[in-house]
């Protein structure tokens, strides 16, 4: 059971900024309200592997753990690209961690039940695509069995797989939980039908956020395949041509969507694999609002935030954050951005900057 | 001629595949196009009846807390997702059938554990790859495989049928908070059938007087398309 680095759900607070820089704060569970009728919620429904191997470097007898980091191909269940580490485990922040044995291509590595055959190395860096022997099945098998959820060094509990799936996880292909999930249950869902809200999915294959080794993180996201159901593409037309918004749970549901969109805005249904980036530049054509954990400026999940809102607004409401002792982490509050305007224009920053310094004290519950 | 087009391509999970009425439906799934995943705790078992049926056989305990969620990974991994979860897998509590005041708590727990409490879980954690599939309009069906010892009080079958009991209300009320996310649960008895089980708990009834575990397979999916979007709602969808 995960304990204390995750609040328990009814006590998880909200941050919410709205379109013209006006911050309120909330408790999640109404998260429903701050959604209009014929606003739609896309959800990632990836369901996430126990993605870290430990086990044995055959040729030099040393300890290894190794992360499943991304896939190569959707459809070949047996090869992955992976992060490599030493001895030691968790508990250890990453950063800390001794360096992975030498492992070079041809190599093989004894997984618990698996054993995996190093194809690729890259430079370098600590990463390797291998093959896991056996087929799609068996390999899955060896994986449910021996792996272990990738942790994270603040939550000092290990944590089970029923930890890091959400309550709507459905087809496991991610490699980290996609975690703004966490803030929603059945609960919340019902009380988006009942209001008028969509709700809708994705699947989108969460690689691995952060490796504590800067020559690898500059790599992250690595390129991610995805999935978007016909009946969802048809949910944010609708939602589109209503005038609706599309909020996204997670960086992830952004990456999908805008990798999926159109120059007109229409998500195309089918199988998409997401590369590159998404930052300050990046034109959203979908997604009006993003639902995500609390970040910090620095961590690559902030950087997708600067296509929602500029840099003062995204600082003062980090400011607004750390003020009011919000939670960061997997495991903590959430945040919620509206994207400021599409084009983000300079006339629209003073208004959204004296609003700022005009929320303080009347917002805070 | 009939074509069997209902079947085609859902993809259903069976707890308890390899003997009796889990192994029929395994059968009978499959060969009408089903793509099938079953679960067993016994590996040897579980690799015949894959051979047999082409169906994906998966090894685990569904009364053991933490092969729940390893066991519900295969099956979304290999089926890409789920249409229909078959809780068929049971126990009996003590066997010989005991009188409640000769049941050890330790053999009460057992057949909870089993048949509520291990349903309950792995519905839970399959729960978000069935609303995803209503959603996609293919329909979800969760069908827990109950008993006539669920409603009527039989002396010596009190862990099975309090269990067996606990079940059927299970479904019910979850058939009610499910129906806004499109995913029935039926909770249906199969009868008193020639299978393991039966022998099991009365080992001196004559096979020629049970029901063939076929014939209630055969039954029981009926009863599953019948609760599943029409075949060609699903196709458009």
């Not at chain 1, 007109?264 to 089918?270: M, S």
């Not at chain 1, 690559?300 to 296509?307: D, F, P």
Request: glycine content about 10%; some cysteine.
């Amino acid at each position: 059971m995960i304990a204390a680095g995750r609040p328990h759900a009814s006590a998880a607070r909200l941050l919410a900024m709205d379109a013209a820089g006006a911050v309120r704060h909330r408790p999640r569970a109404g998260l429903a309200g701050l959604f209009e009728p014929d606003d739609l919620v896309v959800a990632n429904d990836a369901a996430t592997l126990p993605a870290s191997l430990s086990g044995t470097h055959i040729p030099t007898g040393a300890p290894v753990e190794v992360r499943l980091a991304a896939w190569l191909s959707l459809d070949d269940a047996t090869r992955f690209v992976a992060v490599a580490f030493g001895a030691g485990d968790h508990r250890t922040p990453t950063e800390d961690r001794p360096p992975p044995p030498p492992i070079e291509s041809g190599d093989r590595l004894r997984l618990g039940p698996l054993v995996a055959t190093v194809e690729r190395t890259y430079g370098a860096l600590r990463l390797a695509d291998l093959r896991l022997s056996g087929t799609g099945d068996t390999v899955r098998a060896g994986v449910a069995r021996h792996g272990r959820p990738i942790q994270y060094a603040h939550v000092p509990e290990p944590l089970a797989l029923w930890d890091v799936w959400t309550p709507f996880a459905a087809r496991p292909i991610a490699f980290e939980p996609p975690s703004a999930g966490f803030a929603l249950d059945w609960r919340t869902v019902a009380a988006f039908r009942e209001r008028g809200v969509g709700f809708a999915t994705l699947t989108h294959a969460a690689g691995i956020s952060s490796t504590g080794d800067p020559g690898l993180d500059a790599l992250l996201p690595f390129d991610e395949p995805y999935r978007i159901p016909h009946a969802t593409a048809a949910a944010v037309a609708r939602t589109k041509a209503a005038g609706g918004r599309v909020i996204a749970i997670g960086t992830t549901v952004v990456r999908a969507l805008e990798s999926a969109a159109a120059g007109d805005g229409r998500v195309r249904a089918g199988d998409g694999v997401a590369t590159g980036r998404i930052g300050q530049e990046t034109p959203l054509r979908v997604t009006d609002a993003i639902l995500t954990g609390v970040h910090r400026p620095g961590e690559s999940h902030y950087e997708l935030l600067r296509a929602f809102a500029s840099n003062t607004a995204l600082e003062m409401l980090a400011a607004e954050a750390e003020a009011h002792g919000y939670r960061p982490h997997e495991f903590g509050d959430s945040m919620l951005i509206e994207r400021d305007h599409p084009h983000r224009l300079a006339s629209v920053r003073s208004p959204l900057l004296s609003s700022c310094h005009g929320l303080t004290a009347a917002s805070i519950p | 001629m009939q074509i069997d087009t209902p079947l085609k391509g859902l993809r259903v999970a069976v707890t308890g595949g390899t003997s009796g009425l889990g192994l029929a439906l395994v059968e009978q799934l499959a060969a009408r196009g089903a793509r099938v995943a079953f679960v067993a705790r016994t590996g040897s078992a579980v690799g015949r009846t894959a051979r047999r049926t082409g169906a994906h056989g998966i090894v685990g305990d569904v009364g053991a807390k933490d092969d729940i969620y390893p066991m519900a990974l295969q099956i979304t991994g290999a089926l890409g997702g789920l249409d229909v979860l078959v809780n068929n897998a049971s126990s009996l509590g003590p066997t010989p059938l005991a009188l409640l005041a000769d049941t050890q708590c330790e053999e009460l727990a057992e057949a909870l554990q089993v048949n509520v409490i291990g349903p309950f879980r792995l519905t839970k954690a399959l729960f978000g790859a069935l609303a995803a599939s209503a959603r996609e309009g293919r329909g979800a069906v969760v069908l827990n495989v109950s008993s006539d010892a669920a409603v009527n009080a039989y002396p010596g079958w009190g862990a099975y049928g309090a269990s067996k009991a606990a079940l059927a209300h299970l479904s019910d009320i979850w058939n009610e908070e499910a129906a806004g996310e499109g995913v029935r649960f039926l909770s249906l008895d199969p009868g008193d059938m020639d299978t393991p089980l039966h022998a099991l708990a009365a080992p001196d009834d004559d096979p020629a007087t049970l029901r063939r575990p076929q014939d209630s397979a055969a039954e029981l999916i009926e009863a599953i398309v019948a609760a599943l979007p029409q075949r060609a709602e699903r196709a458009v969808a």
